[in-house]
């Protein structure tokens, strides 16, 4: 099993979760985060004061996957938050040796 | 625990004292008492009292009503000002803010009640009134005027309305220039210092100086006028925060390294939503000081009022778009309310031209006067200095510049503003009030905040200041549903 931790724009979650819907990923995990890239950001103003806006929102998209389908899921996560702009963010793929039910207490196979 | 036993013990010292004062008040109270019989007499149309001068009934209730309803929305800019004030600082410390803005009208009634109001309006000398202090209570047959007038409060007597409604319509200014003060030293102050400076300013401070201006003191005798409180209200309430800013210091991470470290208001909707009340209330604080149903100033009053107040947002924004590259939206608001504060001591006295010109200065003032203070390391969360001071003075200069005496009912009393081909007559008057009023108010609050200072401290620990005030000074947070974890289990 993969763990795929992908951090996207958070507009285009709805577009990700869409992709991973059409491949019958039963589950996810979304949390708010904050992060940069190579860019650090950008320049805000505030009363006439500029300010550096260093980490910017995104949000993380957390699948865990069979192997079998991790690269197929990649390449829809990609496809599906990709704009071409700087700041599209990025996808880690992690080894997962278990995954538990907490209903049933069955393991995942 | 100790300290807080302390001051706790101090206080009840205080509320001891209060209560003492108490037992002064039945002989007051029969002074009052037995005038208004008198105004009964007066008010009933019997043909025996026709040689006294008769009330005009209709226009005593349409006098009462205006005043009234004036004076209520100008308690609803109570509201405006917690609104502006805590949208413009950190969510940790909302409830800190909420809670001075909450409190202050408070002890600015009970102060103003107890001694505020007969220090203001009693008869006394040019300095300060000294009848009829305590508790309001002197002797008073409003709405008796002119020679029919029995009191102790002649300074008000031309007003045809009955004594608690001159005290409520005097009551919410008063609460106002206590209000300026808590947004300027937002986010750092002590709630319990905070606290005993509102009595002070608005039971001593606010009085002595409205004494001289609309009480029949000395800047009143000079021929100084401030129709509805740029000097009275707005900027003593300004020099009393810049006192209190001084003492104080700057936010921590404000200024460092040489440079000025912007901190984001948390909630721009209340700042906006602040400033709409505000507007609104204005038309309550300016319409409503003729203290009479005058049909001609008051419509007069309300569109130089608004025009003001309309030419200032825009040219606050114009100048920080400039400046930042951006519409900076609380730089506009701070605009709209500084063309508010500009245009209440001349709102009767100009013509709608002016009006506009007033306004259009007074947004880039206050622009200019944020980057100032910003410069001199004087620290104020919510632009209050550059409001409230910076505007309260223009706005009391421009009387001398733009007064015009055909202009209202209410404006007959200005000589002609140097633009309008009086000279200077009218301009010194009012360069000699911004002056004594600058210096006695912020003497005085210096001395305050200082005394403060030694019996409470002023300022909560760099630890609580990082922490939030809301946690450190009130044990709760405004937000509590935002965090990701029940703060009761902290």
Do not use: F, Q
């Given at each position: 099993m993969k763990l795929i931790k992908s951090v996207v724009r958070p507009n285009k979650v709805d577009d990700v979760r869409d992709a991973l819907e059409k491949m019958n990923i039963p589950g996810m995990t979304v949390t708010e985060v904050r992060g940069h890239g190579r860019q650090k950001g950008h320049t805000a103003v505030y009363r006439g004061k500029e300010y550096n806006v260093s980490l910017l929102p995104k949000v993380e998209i957390e699948v865990v996957v069979p192997d079998a389908v991790a690269e197929e899921a990649i390449k829809a996560i990609i496809g599906a938050a990709r704009?071409?702009?700087?700041?599209d963010g990025r996808v880690f793929v992690i080894p997962a040796e278990h995954s538990y039910n907490i209903r049933t207490g069955e393991r995942d196979v | 625990m100790k300290g807080k036993a302390g001051v706790v013990g101090r206080l009840g010292l205080i509320l001891t004292l209060l209560v003492f004062s108490f037992i002064l008040r039945p002989a007051v109270v029969a002074a009052q008492d037995a005038a208004a019989p008198a105004v009964q007499a007066a008010a009933s149309p019997a043909p025996a009292a026709a040689a006294a001068p008769a009330i005009d009934n209709t226009k005593v209730a349409l006098d009462t009503i205006w005043v009234m309803i004036t004076a209520f929305m100008v308690f609803f800019m109570n509201l405006g000002f917690a609104m502006v004030e805590s949208g413009l600082c950190r969510q940790k410390n909302t409830v800190n803010i909420l809670f001075k803005n909450f409190i202050v009208f408070a002890a600015s009634s009970l102060a103003f009640l107890f001694v505020g109001w007969g220090v203001m309006f009693?008869?006394?000398n040019p300095f300060i009134g000294l009848q009829g202090i305590w508790f309001s209570a002197g002797a008073d047959n409003s709405p008796m005027t002119g020679d029919a007038y029995q009191g102790?409060?002649?300074?008000?007597?031309?007003?045809?309305?009955?004594f608690w409604a001159k005290f409520f319509f005097q009551l919410v200014f008063a609460g106002t220039a206590a209000t300026i003060v808590s947004g300027a030293v937002a986010?750092?102050?002590k709630f319990l210092s905070f606290f005993l400076f509102t009595f002070i300013l608005v039971g001593a401070v606010y009085p002595i100086i409205g004494h001289w201006i609309w009480g029949g003191g000395f800047l009143a005798t000079k021929g100084m006028f401030d129709f509805a409180g740029s000097t009275v209200v707005h900027s003593a309430g300004g020099w009393a925060a810049l006192a209190g800013i001084i003492m104080l210091g700057?936010?921590?991470?404000?200024?460092?390294d040489g440079k000025v470290h912007p901190i984001m208001g948390h909630n721009m909707t209340s700042a906006a939503l602040g400033v709409f009340v505000l507007w609104f209330g204005w038309f309550g604080f300016n319409p409503g000081s003729t203290m009479s149903a005058d049909w001609a100033s008051i419509a007069h009053i309300a569109a130089t009022t608004n025009m003001a107040a309309a030419a200032a947002s825009v040219t606050s924004l114009i100048t920080i778009w400039m400046i930042a590259g951006k519409p900076d939206l609380s730089m506009t608001l701070n605009g709209c309310l500084a063309g508010l504060v500009a245009i209440t001591a001349p709102c009767a006295f100009v013509s709608m031209s002016s009006a506009v010109l007033i306004g259009a200065i007074a947004g880039p003032l206050v622009v200019f006067a944020v980057l100032f203070f910003d410069k001199l390391k004087l620290d104020d969360p919510v632009g209050a200095l550059s409001v409230h001071l910076a505007n309260g003075v223009w706005g009391t200069l421009a009387v001398g510049l733009f007064a015009d005496p055909?202009?209202?009912?209410?404006?007959?009393v200005v000589k002609a503003g140097l633009f309008k081909g009086g000279g200077t007559a009218q301009l010194m008057p009012q360069i000699i009030g911004i002056v004594s009023v600058g210096a006695f108010v912020f003497t005085v609050s210096l001395v305050a905040w200082l005394v403060i200072k030694m019996l409470f401290g002023l300022r909560v620990s760099a630890q609580e200041e990082i922490e939030g005030l809301d946690f450190g000074e009130h044990g709760n947070a405004a937000y509590p549903d935002f965090q990701t974890v029940e703060p009761s289990e902290a």
């Open positions: 704009t071409g702009e700087i700041g | 009693g008869d006394g102790v409060y002649h300074a008000i007597a031309w007003a045809t309305v009955p986010e750092r102050i700057p936010r921590l991470g404000k200024y460092k055909t202009v209202t009912p209410a404006a007959s």
